[in-house]
Structure formats: structure tokens, C-alpha cells
Antibody, heavy 123, light 113 residues
């Protein structure tokens, strides 16, 4: 059974940093691209970032480019999102999602999702 | 504003058929990129409903179907059931001069009357 478990969310002040983690199990992690998708309270889904199986292809939404960094550790079956210079508008539930393909990004198809970790940016 | 446009809400009675549209442009759906659909039940994570425009993952009832034409795509639900009440999102890829990336529609809330 595929499982994606996010962690690392919490309350943080504007301008500070936070690192999210996603622990994957139930599939061969290094065979697939992975993504972060967020959902602000009461709002729709917003793609944040994606990374290919070997970290050779990485993409970011314009809203986070230059502030967020996605990475993965295939030996630990883990996905990460380093979030710097956080803003109030980054407040959201952050989902980790598995892609159906290894390359991802262009043909991104998110077939499994975690339950999310809540990030609240407020002073 | 979302790159992909969906109606904010649709509704239908049990047993009826409803459709949800997803309108894009020449830089996303019209460029040939696939459209995928997700169902988000209240308080839960999204679930892949349709992938590659018209394919259903294992376990998704055949009451759900997808199609794509030109710069738009549609999700159809037949034999509407109370458990179908949820938010539905389309998703594709957008590549334009200003940038590129994965894009979602704004979402459509389906109400079963």
C-alpha cells in the first residue's frame, strides 16, 4: 500500500524558514517523480514544485521560485521542501504527491497523495 | 485567476448526469498536454479520478468519464450519487513565454440535490 506521510508544518513568523518532509513507503521511491501541492484554507489546489526520480529535472511555481527548494533522498525514501522567506500567503496545507512517471513535471500525473501538513505564517 | 477555468459550482439530482468543463488555452490544453481530474471529498486529500484525458485508475467507477477537445476538457458523471458530492479539479501543464509548470483549475463544487 502506497503511503505518503508529511511532517514539519507549524506556525512560523513571516520571513522565517521551515523544512517539510515526506516519508514514502509501499512503492519503489526512486522510480517516480514527486511533487508538493498546497491548498490555502478554503481555496483550491496550487502546484508548488516537482522533482524527477534522479533530481535531474526540477520545477517551481512562480509564486515560490527563489524562496523554496525541493529535494529528495532516494536512500531514505524521502522528499523535502525547504521554505525560506515565508510570507502570509504561503499559509496552506502542503501535500506530498507521487507522480505516475519517473520524469514528471511536464506530464505530471499525481496518483497518490498524503494527508498534508499545515503551514501557518503569522506574527 | 487560474490558468484553467472551471465553473465554481454545478449541481444535479441523484441519478442524473452532470458535466464539469475545464477551459484552457493554446499554451496548455491546446498545446496537446494531457488533462487529469481529481476528486476531493470534504476534509480529505485529493484523489486521482481521470488521467491522460480519459483513463480511469483502477477502482474508479465507470460512471466517471473524461474527454478533451481543442483547448478544453470535460468530466462527466452519470448516475449521480450522494457520495459524489465533492470538489473536482482539472490539471494540466502550461508552457508559455512567461514560464511553465503544472497548473490546476480553480475547482468545481458538485452538489447532489
Amino acid at each position: 500500500e502506497v503511503q505518503l506521510v508529511e511532517s514539519g508544518g507549524g506556525l512560523v513568523q513571516p520571513g522565517r524558514s521551515l523544512r517539510l518532509s515526506c516519508a514514502a513507503s509501499g512503492f519503489t521511491f526512486d522510480d517516480y517523480a514527486m511533487h508538493w501541492v498546497r491548498q490555502a484554507p478554503g481555496k483550491g489546489l496550487e502546484w508548488v514544485s516537482g522533482i524527477s526520480w534522479n533530481s535531474g529535472s526540477i520545477g517551481y511555481a512562480d509564486s515560490v521560485k527563489g524562496r523554496f527548494t525541493i529535494s529528495r533522498d532516494n536512500a531514505k525514501n524521502s522528499l523535502y521542501l525547504q521554505m525560506n522567506s515565508l510570507r502570509a500567503e504561503d499559509t496552506a496545507l502542503y501535500y506530498c504527491a507521487k507522480d505516475m512517471s519517473a520524469v514528471g513535471i511536464v506530464g505530471a500525473t499525481l496518483d497518490y497523495w498524503g494527508q498534508g501538513t499545515l503551514v501557518t505564517v503569522s506574527s | 485567476q487560474s490558468v484553467l477555468t472551471q465553473p465554481p459550482s454545478v449541481s444535479g439530482a441523484p441519478g442524473q448526469r452532470v458535466t464539469i468543463s475545464c477551459t484552457g488555452s493554446s499554451s496548455n490544453i491546446g498545446a496537446g498536454y494531457d488533462v487529469h481530474w481529481y476528486q476531493q471529498l470534504p476534509g480529505t486529500a485529493p484523489k486521482l479520478l481521470i488521467y491522460g484525458n480519459s483513463n480511469r485508475p483502477s477502482g474508479v467507477p465507470d460512471r466517471f468519464s473524461g474527454s478533451k477537445s481543442g483547448t478544453s476538457a470535460s468530466l462527466a458523471i452519470t448516475g449521480l450519487q450522494a457520495e459524489d458530492e465533492a470538489d473536482y479539479y482539472c490539471q494540466s501543464y502550461d508552457s508559455s513565454l512567461s514560464g511553465s509548470g503544472v497548473v490546476f483549475g480553480g475547482g468545481t463544487k458538485l452538489t447532489v440535490l
